[in-house]
C-alpha cells in the first residue's frame, strides 16, 4: 500500500494476472485520483472515483473507495506489458485557499511478458 | 487534449544561483500548481494558484517562491538554490475540484 512516509512498492507480475494497489489516507476526502506515470512522462489520470461511488470501472480497471476505513484501491484484470508504470494515489481537499491533491507515493508495476 | 508545456526541459545551477522554472497551460484552467517528484516521497506540493495574482502555500514551500502572471503562465523561482532542491518538478492546471490535473512533461533540476 501507499501514503506518507511510506516507501515505493514495488509489484511485479506476469502477463495476464490480475494486480490490485492499495491506499490508505489520513486526512478526510470525497475524491480520490488515480495517476500513472509512464517513465520520463508527467503523470495523468486513469479514473477518478468518489465518495458516492464506492466502486467505478473503466475498461480494465477498477477502483474502490471506502470513507469509513479511509482506503481506495485500484485493480487491474489481466494485465499486459503496456500497463507497466507507477501508480498514484491522490485525495483532493478544499478549503477557502481553494483545491489541491495530495499524492501517496506510489506502486510501481512491472508487467512481465 | 488539455496542454500543460514547462521550460526548461532541463537545468544545471550551483549552489547560490538563481532559477527560474516556467510554466504554460492553454486549457483556460483556473488552477495551476507546481510539484516535486523524488524518489520514495511521489508528488509534494510547492506552491498553486487559482488565478491570475493569486499564489496559494502548498506543503513544502521552503526556498521556493511562484508567481502567477495571467491565467496561463505559472513561474517558479528558487532564488538561492540548494543541493537539496535537485529534483524533478512538475507543473499542473486543472479547472477545479473533482476534475483531472493535467501535467506537463517536467523539468529535471540538477543543483551542484
Known amino acids: 500500500s501507499q501514503w506518507g512516509e511510506e516507501n515505493l512498492q514495488a509489484l511485479s507480475i506476469q502477463e495476464g494476472e490480475d494486480v490490485t494497489m492499495n491506499c490508505s489516507y489520513k486526512t478526510y476526502t470525497t475524491v480520490v485520483h488515480w495517476y500513472r506515470q509512464d517513465s520520463g512522462r508527467g503523470p495523468a489520470l486513469i479514473i477518478l472515483?468518489?465518495?458516492?461511488?464506492r466502486e467505478k470501472r473503466s475498461g480494465r480497471l477498477r477502483a474502490t473507495l471506502d470513507t469509513s476505513s479511509q482506503s481506495s484501491s485500484l485493480s487491474i484484470t489481466a494485465a499486459q506489458c503496456e500497463d507497466t508504470a507507477v501508480y498514484f494515489c491522490a485525495t483532493e481537499s478544499s478549503s477557502n485557499m481553494g483545491y489541491k491533491l495530495t499524492f501517496g507515493t506510489g506502486t510501481s508495476l512491472l508487467v512481465d511478458p | 487534449e488539455a496542454a500543460v508545456t514547462q521550460s526548461p526541459r532541463n537545468k544545471v545551477t550551483v549552489t547560490g544561483g538563481n532559477v527560474t522554472l516556467s510554466c504554460r497551460q492553454t486549457?483556460?484552467?483556473?488552477?495551476m500548481y507546481w510539484y516535486r517528484q523524488d524518489t520514495g516521497h511521489g508528488l509534494r506540493l510547492i506552491h498553486y494558484s487559482y488565478g491570475a495574482g493569486n499564489l496559494q502555500i502548498g506543503d513544502v514551500p521552503d526556498g521556493y517562491k511562484a508567481t502567477r502572471t495571467t491565467q496561463e503562465d505559472f513561474f517558479l523561482l528558487l532564488e538561492l538554490a540548494s543541493p537539496s532542491q535537485t529534483s524533478l518538478y512538475f507543473c499542473?492546471?486543472?479547472?477545479?475540484?473533482?476534475?483531472?490535473?493535467?501535467f506537463g512533461p517536467g523539468t529535471r533540476l540538477l543543483v551542484l
Open positions: 499542473a492546471s486543472s479547472s477545479g475540484d473533482q476534475d483531472t490535473q493535467y
Open positions: 486549457n483556460s484552467h483556473n488552477y
Open positions: 472515483i468518489r465518495s458516492n461511488e
